[in-house]
């Protein structure tokens, strides 16, 4: 089948929507009609940086939930008609990582045979982070599609997929926060934000939110943030400090607010090639320090995911209020552009 995609096509390239020809999926793999996409910095990285690595031609988008449209055989997990997330941090089972018990840092996730091609000259492409949901469909490993619960908006369940996970994965399960604990997060952007909600989940006693923006620190604390506090004030006596802005600067922040024991967690994709201006005795050694590293949360999607589902649908969560606005597919070259500028938590795309 023939559906319609945005394409990075070469370094330098500006992203165009192309026509895209899906295979059908095969074994262990579901077609999902994408239904809703969020737009997340990640996509932005890619294009700026040239490719992140990847192979082109490269199929952006990376935050999608859908409804599952044909599934390949011993698929059991999910059927044709199914509301799904796409995961794209799933298990492998089979790295040192997985098989001694500790999956969350699985280092070679799942992922399905390539299937989506540009229809023009038959290339095969890459998707962004094993999935590509910028375009009406998709063909990704079972193991990635995600079973929601029918009540949750698609629009909502899509942010499962990377930007709330990582934030509230960071604190539910890459340190992970302890109940009566002290957070601080520095940066309020939707990740930081969303480190807020899963801080308060785990039933830290003071969360602090840290930022230059007075309105992300407003909505922080609506969110649940006990203090707000201006970027480059003094913190101290943090048990969990997460730094989710890229710049190196906020995790050595992170480490330097530090109580004795405690552990600075990096959240998001950093810049390349740059050091931390730490002191090695008193920043880490004197405070028994921990300096801890999340990717997407660190997220077991087949059960965190619907987890996190069922407590945004029990009100323990606020997912509602991290969709700020929604677009057209059309409208998501623009949108990438406009992360330069936030304004709002998260755009998502309505297919
Ligand atoms: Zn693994
Ligand atoms: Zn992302």
Request: glycine fraction near 10%; charge should be negative.
């Amino acid at each position: 089948m023939t559906v319609r995609g945005l394409v990075y096509a070469e370094p330098g390239a500006a992203p165009a929507f192309e026509e895209i020809v899906l295979e059908e999926p095969g074994e262990n793999e579901v077609r999902v009609r994408v239904a809703a996409c969020g737009v997340c910095h990640t996509d932005l990285h890619v294009v700026e940086s040239g490719g992140w690595h990847m192979r082109f031609p490269i199929l952006l988008g990376h935050e999608a939930a859908g409804v599952v449209e044909a599934a390949g055989d011993g698929v059991t997990h999910v059927a044709p008609g199914d509301p799904v997330v796409i995961a794209w941090h799933v298990p492998c089972g089979e790295c040192r990582n997985c098989l001694r018990g500790d999956e969350r840092r699985c280092s070679n996730y799942l992922r399905g045979a390539r299937k989506m091609r540009r229809a023009a000259d038959g290339a095969l492409l890459a998707p962004v982070l094993r999935t590509g949901g910028f375009a009406d469909a998709l063909v990704v490993h079972a193991a990635c599609a995600v079973k929601m619960p029918a009540e949750l908006p698609l629009e909502q369940a899509c942010l499962l997929a990377c930007g709330f996970s990582t934030g509230a994965g960071a604190a539910l399960w890459s340190t992970p926060v302890q109940p009566g604990s002290s957070v601080a997060v520095i940066g309020c952007g939707g990740v930081g934000l969303a480190a807020i909600q899963g801080a308060r989940l785990a039933r830290a006693e003071r969360i602090v939110a840290i930022d230059t923006v007075p309105e992300k620190l407003e909505l922080a604390l609506q969110l649940g943030a006990t203090e707000a506090v201006a970027a480059g004030d003094e913190v101290a006596d943090i048990d969990f400090a997460f730094s989710a802005i890229g710049a190196p600067a906020g995790l050595v922040d992170a480490v330097r607010m530090l109580a004795y024991g405690g552990t600075a967690c990096l959240v998001g994709v950093p810049p390349s090639r740059r050091a931390l201006d730490l002191d090695i005795e008193l920043d880490l050694f004197a405070k028994h320090a921990t300096i801890a590293v999340t990717h997407g949360g660190d997220v077991v999607p087949q059960q965190d995911l619907p987890f996190l589902a069922n407590a945004a649908l029990a009100g323990k969560l606020d997912l509602e209020r991290f969709v700020t606005s929604t677009i057209a597919l059309d409208d998501v070259p623009a949108a990438l552009e406009a992360l330069h500028t936030p304004s709002g938590v998260r755009t998502v795309a309505l297919l």
